[in-house]
Nanobody
Framework: QVQLVESGGGLVQAGGSLRLSCAAS????????MGWFRQAPGKEREFVAR????????YYADSVKGRFTISRDNAKNTMYLQMNSLEPEDTAVYYC?????????????????WGQGTQVTVSS
């Protein structure tokens, strides 16, 4: 089992920045691909970004490409999402996820392990 805990959400004005963190515990000797998803009120869960086990490969949704950066520090068992040039449309609960199969961390995908979510609100 892997436990995931997000932090770093909050309220920010449009154009601002936030950095989300996801701390992993439990079976962290198995290093999994990890990713971020988000869900806005009344909308379906949306894929945001994915990073492979060693950080060498990343994949982004078109809606965040060029504005968001995903990274990880395996020594700290932590993944990050640096969000710049935030827009009101980025307002959502952001969830970190982990799965043995990177192929599941894609648009419309899912994962075996999820965090509880952190709220990001971008005001116009």
């Amino acid at each position: 089992q892997v436990q995931l805990v997000e932090s770093g959400g909050g309220l920010v004005q449009a154009g601002g920045s936030l950095r989300l963190s996801c701390a992993a515990s439990g079976r962290t000797n198995s290093i999994y691909p990890m990713g971020w998803f988000r869900q806005a009120p009344g909308k379906e869960r949306e894929f945001v970004a994915r990073i492979n086990w060693n950080g060498a490969s990343t994949y982004y949704a078109d809606s965040v490409k060029g504005r968001f950066t995903i990274s990880r520090d395996n020594a700290k068992n932590t993944m990050y999402l640096q969000m710049n040039s935030l827009e009101p449309e980025d307002t959502a609960v952001y969830y970190c996820a982990a799965d043995e199969r990177a192929s599941r961390l894609v648009p419309g995908g899912s994962a075996d392990y999820w965090g509880q979510g952190t709220q990001v609100t971008v005001s116009s």
